[in-house]
């Protein structure tokens, strides 16, 4: 797996319903892509003023990030994307 260096962090997108609760299907043109994503690694954190700062994402937080953000590759069949902690708008809480 990966290692992201410095305030990186790797996600892997969230599967999107295809299904509205009421029962209607969806074509995959007609729903937009999802900004949801969980975090699979992170890096050890930037450093500022000499100093390491802590992350504020750990692996298997569900995240919202910005769109066009990110850098996108696959590994056999997954997707993933890295983004800087900065581009990670909120954690998701259950």
């Known amino acids: 797996m990966l290692k992201p260096l410095h305030d990186n962090v790797v ?5 999107v319903e295809k299904k509205t609760k009421s029962g209607i299907i969806l074509t995959g043109d007609q729903k937009e892509e999802s900004s949801f994503a ?3 690694a992170v890096g ?10 802590p992350m504020n994402v750990k692996v298997g937080d569900k995240v919202v990030y910005k769109k066009y953000s990110t850098t996108d590759f696959k590994i056999d069949e997954d997707e993933y994307m890295i983004i800087a902690e900065s581009d990670i708008l909120a954690i998701l809480e259950e």
């Open 11 to 15: 996600l892997q997108k969230e599967k």
């Open 44 to 53: 050890d954190g930037r450093i500022e003023d000499g100093k390491k700062q």
């Open 38 to 40: 969980k975090v699979i």
